[in-house]
């Protein structure tokens, strides 16, 4: 059985990834700057101590305690009367959300960690399906609230 809530560690986790990665997407002008340095030869080929990395770790960690969570205790059903299609695209949207921010940690570590280019123009591209995935995100959650005035932004933010 789905439960009816969000455990108050989900939504915890669920707002401090979106922190998180709203940090990656817009404050990534200083490991852009290391990499492209240490790419060009004016740095040294090495890994050195960065915010970015920091941030990415810890999604990484915190989204696999996410998934964790999610497949042993569950989460809410979608409102009922949601129609199929849209059922279909928001849980496509989680389902990505979870490879991505799994996957882009990956190939960050490896090309930062290694010193190597094709996980960075993999890590760099994979932000052309994050940014639009974030913005269909956020609206859906916006209509949610406003246009199908169901409970679903409610329960993320522990008001139902
Ligand atoms: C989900 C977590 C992460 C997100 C959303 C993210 C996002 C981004 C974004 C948007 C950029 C800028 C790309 C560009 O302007 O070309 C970037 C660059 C970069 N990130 Fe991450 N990142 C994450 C985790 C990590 C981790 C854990 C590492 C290393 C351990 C890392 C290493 C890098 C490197 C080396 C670059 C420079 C690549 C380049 O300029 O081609 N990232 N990241
Ligand atoms: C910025 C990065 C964000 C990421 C990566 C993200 C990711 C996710 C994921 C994977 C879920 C599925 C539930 C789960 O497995 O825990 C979810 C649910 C949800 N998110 Fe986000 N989210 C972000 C930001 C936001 C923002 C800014 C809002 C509000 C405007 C929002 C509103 C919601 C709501 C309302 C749900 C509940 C959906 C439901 O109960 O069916 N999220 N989010």
């Known amino acids: 059985m789905a439960p009816t809530s969000y455990s108050r560690i989900q939504i915890v986790l669920h707002w401090t ?7 990656q ?3 990534h002008d200083g490991i852009v700057a290391a990499w492209t340095g240490r790419m060009d030869g004016t ?3 090495e890994p050195t101590p960065n915010a970015h990395v920091i941030a990415g ?3 990484f960690v915190l989204v696999a305690w996410r998934l964790v ?3 042993g205790r569950g989460v809410p059903a979608l409102p009922a009367d949601e129609p199929q299609a849209l059922k279909v695209v928001a849980k496509g949207t989680h389902a990505l959300f979870y490879v991505l921010l799994l996957a882009m940690p990956l190939s960050g570590a490896a090309a930062w960690f290694l010193g190597i280019e094709a ?4 890590h760099s591209a994979a932000r052309f399906v994050l940014i ?3 913005v269909l995100h956020v609206l859906a959650a916006l209509a949610q609230h406003f246009w199908f005035r169901t409970d679903v932004l ?3 933010l522990g008001l139902a």
């Open 132 to 134: 639009p995935l974030l």
């Open 25 to 27: 997407v817009f404050a």
């Open 69 to 71: 969570l999610r497949l």
């Open 154 to 156: 409610r329960r993320m």
């Open 43 to 45: 740095l040294v080929n």
């Open 119 to 122: 996980p960075a123009l993999a």
């Open 57 to 59: 770790v810890l999604i």
């Open 17 to 23: 990834v979106a922190a998180l990665v709203l940090f």
